[in-house]
């Protein structure tokens, strides 16, 4: 403020108007990363959840025949999504039947309670879908991706 | 002394065989149930042609011949929904009444008699199981096979495909395939 005692009205004026400029040109920029980030955040989430409906419906056949190896082949199709860093499909107690773990470092063991949710830890997103075949629940498909693209 | 060891021993030993022979039938019985809980999603695998009849078309009807472990659990089976409709379980008697059944399971007891209960119902939509060795090669469609721990199952693709049933991609995927027209 003691810049502007000497200064002119016309040059106050000038730096009020900067000052407002600048002010709103942050606040744009802010609200655009956060919209960015909401939004990317937001692409992954319904991506990962269409990977694992189709996945988990792919896989119904193997839960219900409990076939774990046939589970895993379908679990393995994830290694073409470098995102994803970890997948497992789980029974009805909620035991694993089949895991996926990408070649590159998966995040530890997480545990969610959030049935058709997602959680976003450490730069991590994990999604759960249920495995729904003939109207009757068999199990749950839970993919954890990597949002560090969205960072 | 030595008659009061002798006992003691005894009671030892029979507790040991009575502990053996029931895991031994609990271990049957959860095989016959899972072989059962098989028939039931082979069922929910298999698409039948559209023209069918009302009451064939209202109910899914299983259907059992023979007597074994999994002719009895069928019946348990009954009162489900599959695919929107209920499951009848009929234990058939006469040949004459294979025509109203979807899927039929046949035990190892008519294993003598095999073709007379096959050759009726050749070409018609009627999904056929068994267990019997060589099953799928005698003209039935899906054998269950034991594979060490695992249950398995061989389906005769031409079979099915000449009966007008449809199996699922996903099943014929976990599946040992025998495709006569392909060979």
């Known amino acids: 403020m003691n810049l502007l005692r000497n200064a002119s009205i016309k040059q106050k004026i000038e730096a009020i108007i900067l000052a407002t400029a600048a002010s709103v040109l942050l606040l744009s920029l802010f609200l655009f990363m956060i919209l960015e980030i909401t939004s990317t955040h937001d692409e992954t989430v319904s991506r990962l959840q269409t990977l694992a409906r189709v996945l988990g419906a792919n896989s119904s056949a193997a839960i219900t025949f409990r076939d774990d190896q046939a589970a895993e082949e379908i679990l393995s199709t994830l290694a073409t999504q470098s995102d994803v860093v970890s997948a497992k499909i789980l029974n009805l107690n909620r035991t694993p039947f089949a895991k996926y773990r990408s070649a590159a470092t998966a995040p530890d063991e997480q545990h969610t309670d959030a049935s058709n949710g997602s959680f976003v830890l450490f730069g991590f997103i994990e999604v759960e879908e249920p495995i729904v075949l003939d109207d009757e629940l068999i199990g749950y498909f839970v993919i954890v991706g990597d949002m560090s693209n969205a960072r | ?183």
């Not at chain 2, 929910?44 to 069918?52: A, H, S």
């Not at chain 2, 056929?128 to 060795?133: A, D, N, R, V």
Request: aromatic share 6%.
């Open chain 2, 1 to 183: 002394m030595a008659t009061r060891l002798l006992t003691y021993i005894s009671i030892v030993v029979l507790s040991l065989f009575a502990v053996t022979a029931s895991a031994a039938q609990d271990s049957e019985l959860e095989t016959a149930l899972l072989k059962t809980v098989f028939i039931y999603n082979f069922a929910k695998f298999t698409r039948w042609p559209e023209d069918q009849s009302k009451p064939t078309r209202d109910t899914l009807t299983l259907c059992s011949v023979g007597d074994d472990s999994i002719t009895n659990n069928l019946p348990k089976l009954a009162g489900r929904v599959l695919r929107g409709k209920p499951i009848k379980s009929v234990k058939i008697s006469n040949e004459s009444e294979l025509g109203e059944c979807h899927v039929l399971y046949i035990a190892q007891s008519t294993h003598n008699r095999i073709q007379e209960i096959l050759q009726p119902i050749k070409m018609r939509p009627i999904l056929t199981i068994s267990e019997m060795q060589q099953f799928s090669q005698k003209g039935g469609m899906i054998e269950l096979t034991q594979d060490q721990e695992k249950l398995r199952f061989i389906i005769n693709l031409n079979t099915t495909r000449s009966s007008g049933l449809r199996l699922s991609s996903q099943l014929l995927d976990l599946a040992i395939i025998i495709d006569n027209e392909a060979q």
